[in-house]
């Protein structure tokens, strides 16, 4: 069982918005910051966000995070069918003291 | 661009151990943490330890204490996974992640896969 706990799977169609969340706790949430990953199939996992809302070069603005207590978002808009993958969520958790993922949400778009 | 470049494809029996390379640029060695990250067939990402480089101090989560050690070569800029005894468990895709400040992981390696078969 992950220490984030994320939505297995998510279904949209091109256009559409949608939001995939991330649960934790004070541990690790709560009092870090929470980072982003899209893993294409096949392929490495891509930092998608840091530091709770920030885009590294090259991410385009549909992406964008938030983080309220102990749980984090990741919203996308504007849905593609390039955008049909697995996302992770990560952080630190201080009691573990290591790093931990989400379970994932593999996202369908229809 | 920060390339990590793994070594490539083994196939252990059950028992053994393995070794994977993470190899990098100086500029992208220095002043950052180096992490292993597992993805078994058709599940997610499991957070195995890193190593901060220079100082040998590592962290592993609580699962892989007994059968994994992290290192990192400083003068080949490299860093290490090794994981012993080997079961059909450990059958995964292996990824190297360079580590930042606030802990998220801004680089990848492509991955190496590792195949436990008797």
């Known amino acids: 069982q992950s220490v984030l706990t994320q939505p297995p799977s998510l279904s949209a169609t091109p256009g559409q918005n949608v939001t995939i969340s991330c649960s934790g706790s004070?541990?690790?949430?709560?009092?870090?910051?929470v980072s982003w990953y899209q893993q294409l199939p096949g392929t490495p996992p891509k930092l998608l966000i840091y530091?709770?809302?920030e885009r590294p070069s090259g991410i385009p603005d549909r992406f964008s995070g938030s983080k309220s207590g102990t749980s984090a978002t990741l919203d996308i808009t504007g849905l593609r069918t390039g955008d049909e993958a697995d996302y992770y969520c990560?952080?630190?958790?201080?009691?573990?003291?290591?790093?931990?993922f989400g379970g994932g949400t593999k996202l369908t778009v229809l | 661009q920060v390339q990590l470049v793994q070594s490539g494809a083994e196939v252990k029996r059950p028992g053994s151990s393995v070794r994977v390379s993470c190899k990098t640029s100086?500029?992208?060695?220095?002043?950052?943490?180096f992490h292993w990250v597992r993805q078994a067939p058709g599940r997610g990402l499991e957070y195995m330890g890193g190593?901060?480089?220079?100082?040998?101090?590592?962290s592993y989560a609580q699962k892989f204490q007994d059968t994994v050690t992290i290192t990192a070569d400083d003068s080949a800029t490299t860093a290490y996974l090794e994981v012993k005894w080997l079961t059909s468990d450990d059958t995964a895709m292996y990824y190297c992640?360079?580590?930042?400040?606030?802990?998220?992981?801004?680089?990848w390696g492509q991955g190496t896969l590792v195949t436990v078969s008797s």
């Open positions: 992640a360079r580590g930042t400040y606030s802990n998220y992981f801004d680089s």
């Open positions: 100086r500029d992208a060695f220095t002043r950052h943490t």
């Open positions: 190593v901060v480089p220079g100082y040998g101090k590592t």
């Open positions: 004070s541990s690790n949430i709560g009092n870090h910051y």
């Open positions: 530091d709770n809302h």
């Open positions: 990560a952080t630190f958790d201080s009691s573990l003291s290591v790093g931990v």
